[in-house]
C-alpha cells in the first residue's frame, strides 16, 4: 500500500533508448531486486532498426542484453537480486550454429531476403535462454541469479497482429489459450 510506481521510457528497438533509460535509472540511486525482460515482437516483417540490426532480434534479445549489461552494477549492489528473461518453447525450433557447429551471427541478424518472421522470433528465444543461463553463471555467486521461463500455453495478446496467417492461427487456438 505504500509502493511508489513511476513509469519510464524504453525503446528496446533503440539502443540509445537503452542506454537512456539505464542513465535515468541508475540517477535514481534505487536498488534493483527484481529485472523482468518480458518485452517481444512476433511475426514482424523485415526491418532494421536505427542501429542497422533486425529488428525482431534487436527488440526480443539484444536490447534486454543490453539493458541488463548496463545495470548489471546496480543488480549487484542490490543483492540478493534475480533477473528473468521471458522466453518461449518455440527456441527448441531452430539452430544457430552452421553446418560446421559454429555459431553463425548472419542467423541472428538476417538480411531480407534470408528473413522468415518465425524463425527470428525463435532464434531470438533462443539467444534469451543461451543469455540467461549464462548471466546466471557469472553472476549468481554475486547473489544475482538469472532464470528463463516460458510462461506457459499460449497467452491470448495482440503479438500476432504483424500477418493474418499468424492472427487466423491464433484465433483458433483461443479457446485453448489464457486470457491476459
Known amino acids: 500500500h ?7 521510457t524504453l525503446d ?8 537512456h533509460f539505464a542513465e535515468a535509472f541508475k540517477s535514481k540511486n534505487l536498488p534493483l531486486h527484481i529485472l523482468i525482460c518480458n518485452a ?4 514482424a516483417p523485415w526491418s532494421l532498426t536505427e542501429d542497422g540490426l533486425e529488428s525482431t532480434f534487436q527488440v526480443n534479445h539484444l536490447g534486454h542484453f543490453y539493458l541488463v549489461q548496463l545495470l548489471e552494477g ?3 549492489q542490490s543483492s540478493p537480486a534475480r533477473v528473468v528473461v521471458v522466453s518461449s518453447e518455440s527456441h527448441r525450433f531452430t539452430e544457430i550454429k552452421d553446418s560446421s557447429g559454429k555459431l ?7 538480411s531480407k531476403k534470408e528473413y522468415w518472421a518465425m524463425l527470428a522470433y525463435n532464434r531470438s528465444k533462443l539467444c534469451n ?5 549464462e548471466l546466471n553463471r557469472r553472476l549468481s555467486p554475486h547473489g544475482v541469479t538469472s532464470n528463463s521461463v516460458h510462461p506457459g500455453n499460449m497467452i491470448y495478446s495482440s503479438i500476432h497482429r504483424n500477418w493474418w496467417v499468424y492472427t487466423l492461427l491464433f484465433t483458433l487456438a483461443r479457446p485453448f489459450t489464457k486470457s491476459m
Open 40 to 43: 517481444a515482437v512476433f511475426g
Open 129 to 133: 535462454i543461451l543469455f540467461s543461463n
Open 104 to 110: 553463425d551471427f548472419s542467423l541472428l541478424s538476417p
Open 12 to 19: 528496446l528497438a533503440s539502443l540509445q533508448s537503452v542506454q
Open 74 to 76: 546496480v543488480l549487484r
Open 2 to 8: 505504500k509502493a511508489k510506481v513511476e513509469a519510464m
